[in-house]
Structures are given as C-alpha cells and as structure tokens.
C-alpha cells in the first residue's frame, strides 16, 4: 500500500514510456496520415496541374481556379451550397432549438418525440434519399396521394420540374434537426437549478426565462451544433445522388456532387481537387463566421 | 380581463405547440412507416396510390429485393466493414487517446491538435486523392480499404470520447497494476479498457452507424458487386430496377432497419455519445 502513490510506480511509468508512447502513437498517427495529411497535400499540390486521368500532373499555375471561377455549373454548385448552409444555420437550428427548448419541460412525450425525431438523423442518408425518392413520387408517392385527396391537381414531378427540385430537395434534410434538440437538451439539464428558481422567484415567465436565462446559457452549444450542420452540407454528396444527381440543369448542383462528377466522370483530377481545395476553404470561413457569431473558439479546439 | 388575457394566451401556445410536436412526429416517423407498409403491397396496389394497408401482407418484394440486386452480398459487405471498422476504430484510436491523456510532455498538444483537424475536413474534398492513395496501395475495390478509410473518419470523435474519458480514471490504478508486474500493454488491455467500457460503447456505436451508414467512398473506392455496401444498394436500385417498387420500399426496409435497431436498444449511449463528441465541434 505503501508504493500506491510512491515514487516506483511513477518511475516505472517513466522508464517505459518512450518505447510506448511511439506504438501506442502510431497507429492512430498513420491513419491520420494516410487518410486526412496526405490527401489533403495531394489536394492542394494537384489543384495547380492539368491532370486527365492516366495521364502525369502537369503544372498550369491557378489556371484550375481561373477555369472554376467562370465554370457556370461550379459557380452553382457553390451558391446551393452556401444556401443550404444558411438554411441548415437558420431554419434547421430554429427547429431545433424550439423542440429542445419544448420537451426540455420533460412532459410525458418528450423522450418519444426524441427518439422519433432522431430516426431520420441514425439512418443512412441514402435512404433517407430513397424515403423521399419513393414519398415525392408523381404516380404513386404519399404527398401526392394525400395533395390529390384534398383537392389539388396538376401537380409537379417535385424532384424534376425547375420549380420545384431545389426546394425538394432541400426538405429531404432540413425538418430533421435531431441531433441539435438532443445535444441542446443535454446541456439544458445541466443548467443549475438555482438559477432557474432564481428566475422564478424573480417572476419570470416560461417565454422570459427561455429567452434570457436558458438560450445564452446554451449559446456556446448552440453555436457547436451550427458549426455540425453548416459543415455537414458539405458531405452531402448522398442525398442529391439518391433525389436528382444535379438535375435539372444545374438547379440542385452542390460542391460533393461536383467533386465526384468532376473527379469520377469527367475524370479530371486536377480540376476536382481544385474544387476540394476550395471546398475546404469555405468549411472554414463558415466555420470562422459561425465562431464569430456565437463567440464559440475557446470551446472548439 | 388580464387574468382571462393570459389563460387565453396560454391556450394558444399550448395549441401551437400541440400542432408543432403533432407536426415533428408525422414528418419524422410518416415515411419511415408508409415505406414500411407499402414493402407488403403488391406493385399493383403501390402503382394505384394511396396510405392505406396491403390487402395481404406478403414478403413478396422482399424476396424480390434479395434475389435480383445482391442485397444479402451487401448485407454481408457492409457487416464485415462496420465489425472489422468498429472493432479496429475503438482498439487502436484508444491507444493514441490513452497516451494524449496520461503521458505530460511537450508534443501532446500538437496530438491533440492534429487528431482534431480531420473535423474541418469535409471527406467529399478528399475523394479523388483517397481514391489514387487507394489504388497505389493496391486497396481499391476491396474491403480493407474501406475499412481503414473509415477507422480514419472515426478518429477526431472517438479520440475526443476516450481521451475525456481516459482522464477521469484515477493514475493510481495503473501504478499498482505495474507494482503487481504487469507490463505497459497489459496494464492497458486487462486494467485500463475494462474500465473505460462506457466510453468504448459509445464511441462503438458512433463508429458503427458512421460505417453502416456511409455512401460517397462506398461509392467511389468500389466498383464491383462483391465489395460494395448496403447504402450502395439503394443507390443501384434506383439506377437498375426503377420499375420494380415494391423491392425499392423492401431493400429501402432492410437497408434502415439495423441503424434504427441499434439506435433504439442503445439510445442512451448514443444521445451521450453525441454530447460528448459534440463539444469537440
């Protein structure tokens, strides 16, 4: 017993830590460097080549980023994908925290609402594609069975009329803000109960004590969960080749989307990791905005 | 007339929020449960419309869904990666994370840093550069390289978890464990794991729906049947057999019954699983 907290112990730890510290290191480091530190200096040193499948790199400078910045189809991919990212940072969040802040009174539905508003957010997004691919369907899907019931006629092949696909689109990801009401109602029930009593005491309404004392509480996770979303737009290559691949036009285009066709069709590799490269950049000037807004930086890192 | 102002008031947003809930729950579990009970329709009752139940249950579509894709190959594909992943993922991630919580020296900063950069890199980006890594090492169109590439895109989270984890344990324990003879490594397999179970489940489970779930490397780092994934085969449904709905509800069915089986049974280790990697970003 004596040893317990002595000095033996400490210098055995001490003597046989380097050999150890080098294997316990390296296979997480070799991972980090096959699949995140190599590719990404691929990325960057590829973007300034001309590189056609089977064929060698060959140096041209920015010419890749001239060529993106007047390519009409990147030029769209980005705007969608910028506007999913506010829609995901604005309305997606706003469902979010109005749930959280709603079944944060634990009334007898709030776990299954929980867990029921969570099954789109576990499942793969694929199938959260097909679900929609099947429910928007013009001959037989659910929307148009119920639209057709109440009245409605001439409705749009939602995910291929021009009117209609982004905004189809857009909805097969934005009411699903499962994992934001979950993340926020476990900081909510960690909110000191004295201060909520305090508020009471102090007469403050349920709307009241929300919006002064539990919303700024909260804003560093809120801020977190922003960053997610914003970010998970960014991976949402799944969703829009299960519903539209782009179609029509460019309409639905977004930045994964473009990479693979860029990559994998056209198999153009320099231009395709140009538009990672710059892809990369605007998750970070998004995740820069987002920790501005919210004062979050302390807490990322 | 306040008095009566504010029952008024309050009947309204319980209203609201009745309508708001009622709302969540029909757009969350609706097409989840219309795309189950349709998998039992024949594909004439499908084709005329409607929510209401099949005539007769039958497991016709899925019968179809599994004998014309190679559902039950994808089924096997996606098992083995998610396993092997998972398993691969929470062993040897813990290592590194053990080593960032208990050794004090000069680079755990740089570790922790570096392990937490892969969160700012979207994996769509990397998807021509993995795909050439791949093909180099000889691992395109293979299993193991979606293995690895997936033990990767778990890292920043399960390190975060075990690393947080791994400090509340108390140091004392592996010194008498060393006091007792056992070496560095089996002081951390038979001592140390065991009691990080909690965390190990919850990064498991995290790693495991990541795998299941994942679509735009399955995608593009395989290309034959035999090595492609579950959320490959809706993918190839949809391109295949557009005509034949009833095995696009049944493979849509079998596709998103494991994640929510897993979801379900182990709800509370997700939800703070989620919680804990979430403020890591």
């Known amino acids: 017993m004596i040893h317990r907290k002595g000095t033996i112990g400490r210098c055995t730890t001490m003597n046989i830590s380097k050999k150890w510290r080098f294997i316990f290191l390296l296979p997480a480091t070799a991972l980090f460097l096959f699949v995140y530190a190599v590719p990404v200096a691929t990325l960057i040193g590829t973007s300034f080549t001309e590189w056609i499948v089977a064929s060698e790199p060959v140096f041209i400078g920015i010419d890749n980023y001239i060529e993106l910045f007047s390519d009409e189809e990147f030029l769209q991919a980005t705007w969608n994908t910028i506007i999913w990212m506010f829609l995901q940072s604005t309305i997606h969040i706003a469902i979010g925290v109005m749930l959280a802040l709603i079944l944060a009174r634990k009334k007898f539905y709030w776990k299954f609402t929980r867990t029921v508003f969570m099954l789109p957010n576990i499942i793969s997004s694929a199938a959260v594609g097909m679900l929609f691919v099947l429910l928007l369907n013009p001959s037989f899907g659910a929307v148009n069975s119920v639209l057709t019931q109440l009245g409605f006629t001439d409705l749009p092949n939602w995910f291929m009329s021009r009117e209609t696909s982004f905004i189809s689109v857009t909805m097969t990801w934005l009411p699903y803000a499962g994992i934001v009401t979950i993340l926020l109602m476990a900081e909510m029930t960690s909110l000191s109960d004295s201060i909520m009593e305090a508020a009471i005491m102090d007469g403050a309404t349920e709307m009241q004590k929300n919006i002064y004392i539990v919303l700024p509480l909260t804003k560093t996770i809120i801020g977190t969960t922003t960053i997610l979303g914003a970010t998970s737009m960014l991976q949402k290559l799944d969703l829009v080749m299960m519903t539209t691949k782009g179609a029509p036009g460019n309409m639905t285009m977004n930045l994964p989307l473009y990479v693979y066709n860029t990559a994998f069709i056209a198999n153009d590799f320099g231009l395709a990791n140009t538009s990672g490269v710059l892809m990369i950049i605007l998750g970070l000037v998004a995740v820069a905005i987002i920790n501005r807004i919210y004062k979050t930086e302390n807490h990322y890192y | ?281």
């Not at chain 2, 097409?31 to 329709?41: A, C, D, N, R, Y």
Request: net charge positive.
């Open chain 2, 1 to 281: 007339m306040k008095g009566k102002k504010s029952i008024i008031k309050g009947l309204i947003i319980k209203a609201l929020i009745f309508v708001f809930i009622t709302a969540i729950i029909i757009i969350s579990l609706g097409p989840l449960l219309w795309v189950f009970v349709s998998s039992f329709k024949t594909n004439r009752e499908i084709l005329s419309g409607g929510l209401g139940l099949p005539s007769v249950f039958s497991f016709k579509n899925y019968i179809d869904a599994l004998t014309i894709a190679p559902i039950p190959q994808f089924y096997f594909n996606s098992i083995i990666v998610s396993i092997v992943a998972t398993v691969g993922n929470v062993f040897l991630l813990s290592m590194a994370a053990y080593t960032i919580a208990r050794f004090d020296w000069k680079y755990n900063g740089f570790f922790t840093m570096m392990f937490s950069v892969g969160l700012l890199i979207p994996g769509a980006a990397l998807l021509q550069p993995l795909y050439q890594t791949m093909t180099t090492a000889h691992l395109n169109d293979s299993l193991t390289g979606l293995i690895i590439i997936y033990m990767a895109f778990g890292l920043p989270s399960t390190i975060y978890i075990m690393r947080s984890y791994f400090k509340t344990i108390p140091r004392e324990m592996e010194e008498s464990a060393y006091m007792d003879g056992s070496g560095f490594f089996r002081t951390f397999v038979s001592i140390i794991l065991p009691i990080a179970k909690p965390a190990l489940g919850t990064a498991a489970i995290l790693e495991f729906l990541l795998c299941w779930n994942e679509f735009q490397f399955a995608l593009s780092l395989t290309s034959s049947n035999s090595k492609r994934t579950l959320p490959i085969a809706l993918y190839y449904f949809k391109s295949q057999f557009a005509s034949n709905y009833g095995a696009m509800f049944a493979a849509t069915i079998m596709v998103v019954v494991p994640s929510i089986f897993v979801y379900i049974a182990l709800q509370e280790q997700v939800v703070s699983g989620l919680a804990a990697g979430a403020v890591k970003g």
